[in-house]
Nanobody, 124 residues
Framework: QVQLVESGGGLVQAGGSLRLSCAASGRTFSNYVMGWFRQAPGKERDFVGGISRTGGSLKYADSVKGRFTISRDNAKNTVYLQMNSLKPEDTAVYYC?????????????????WGQGTQVTVSS
């Protein structure tokens, strides 16, 4: 089992920044690919980005490329999502997820463990 807890969400004006954190406990954190997803009201859960076990490989959704950055600190069992130049359409509940596979999956069905989510609201 892996337990994931997100933090760092909140209300921010358009153009602002937030950094989300996801702290993991349980199994060895460095054994997992980590992903970030988001779900806006009435919409499906979407892939935001992912990071490989060592942090050497990254993948992002087109909608966030150049604005969001994922990183991880395996010594702290934590993955981060730095969000800059936020837009109202970034408003959603953001989830982190852990996957035992070797590559970064974009489908949420591939991930084994999920956090409870943290709300991000971007005002115009």
């Amino acid at each position: 089992q892996v337990q994931l807890v997100e933090s760092g969400g909140g209300l921010v004006q358009a153009g602002g920044s937030l950094r989300l954190s996801c702290a993991a406990s349980g199994r060895t954190f460095s054994n997992y690919v980590m992903g970030w997803f988001r779900q806006a009201p009435g919409k499906e859960r979407d892939f935001v980005g992912g990071i490989s076990r060592t942090g050497g490989s990254l993948k992002y959704a087109d909608s966030v490329k150049g604005r969001f950055t994922i990183s991880r600190d395996n010594a702290k069992n934590t993955v981060y999502l730095q969000m800059n130049s936020l837009k109202p359409e970034d408003t959603a509940v953001y989830y982190c997820a852990a996957d035992r596979a070797d590559s970064i999956a974009v489908s949420g069905y591939e991930y084994d463990y999920w956090g409870q989510g943290t709300q991000v609201t971007v005002s115009s």
